[in-house]
């Protein structure tokens, strides 16, 4: 991908965000965008961030790691680790991510905990809001119980939810979910909200997104799959 090409489908996704804001009445400075670029080159990221973006997803946790050490010469390069974990590895998380979206059990809470230095690592817990028996994430009513367990733990912080509702090609069919995620996190006192990608990322900044996690409509096709 050309550096022209790359700086069309950002301003694209950045007017898309902007109509959605202005739609829902919110302030743009209220959601970030955080650029998936889990399987792309990190030269494609590095592009990117020429071109004056920030923040930045990526899945696998081994991954994260290189790519940060590979661009470790990026100014102010904030990186979003978007993926559940296994708790051997989230040492990578604890050394390099700035935020974790997907949260899912006590156990690599701990590990996070243990391995972070400060600063406190911002975690948000990954909810399974549409109950898919394939998914990710904590069920809806056990989130008070989870939330109390961890506050304990120093060095993260629980500050939000993350949700991936059920793949669909209508991008409304996203927006319930979304609903009953933001209608989670104000019953809970959080304050960020981690939702919406490429096929539904305008639905979710007008459902109160503060986070919405845009890969494809950036960056093109993702080719590879890990392990594949
Ligand atoms: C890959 C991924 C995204 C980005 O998806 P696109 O459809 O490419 O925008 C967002 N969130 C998570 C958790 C992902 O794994």
Redesign the pocket.
Known sequence: MTRDELAANFAAVEAKIQAACDKSKRKRERVTLVA?S?LHPPELIRLAWELGHRDFGE?YAQELRDKRTALADCRHLIWHA??PVQPKNAKYIARAAHTFHALDRFEVAQELSRRREAPTLRCLIEVNVAGEASKAGLAPEELGAFIESVRVLPLIAIVGLTT?PPLSDDPEASRPHFQKLAALAKEHRLTELSMG???DYPVAVEEGATMI?????LFGARVTAPGT
């Open positions: 998936v889990k899945n978007i993926g991936m990608t490429t096929g996690r845009v890969g494809t409509a």
